[in-house]
Nanobody
Framework: QVQLVESGGGLVQAGGSLRLSCAAS????????MGWFRQAPGKEREFVAR????????YYADSVKGRFTISRDNAKSTQYLQMSRLKPEDTAVYYC??????????????WGQGIQVTVSS
């Protein structure tokens, strides 16, 4: 089992920045690719960003590319999402997720409880 706990959310004005953290405990953190997802009210959960187990590869949704940066510190078993130039449409509950770094695996096995990010206009 891997437990994931998000922190760093809150209320920010449009154009501002926030950094989300996701602390992992339980099994070893490094054999997992990590991702961030979000779900806005009345909408389906959507992919935001992903980082490989080594941190060497990152992927972003087009909607956040150039504004958000995903990173991880395996020594601290923590991943981060630096969010800049935030827009009201970024308002959502953000979820941290862990995906086994096994070839062919696409599902995320573990999820955090989610944290609210609200961007005011």
């Amino acid at each position: 089992q891997v437990q994931l706990v998000e922190s760093g959310g809150g209320l920010v004005q449009a154009g501002g920045s926030l950094r989300l953290s996701c602390a992992a405990s339980g099994r070893t953190f490094s054999p997992y690719n990590m991702g961030w997802f979000r779900q806005a009210p009345g909408k389906e959960r959507e992919f935001v960003a992903r980082i490989s187990w080594s941190g060497g590869r990152t992927y972003y949704a087009d909607s956040v590319k150039g504004r958000f940066t995903i990173s991880r510190d395996n020594a601290k078993s923590t991943q981060y999402l630096q969010m800049s130039r935030l827009k009201p449409e970024d308002t959502a509950v953000y979820y941290c997720a862990a995906q086994p770094a096994t070839p062919g695996t696409t599902d995320y096995e573990y999820w955090g409880q989610g944290i609210q990010v609200t961007v005011s206009s």
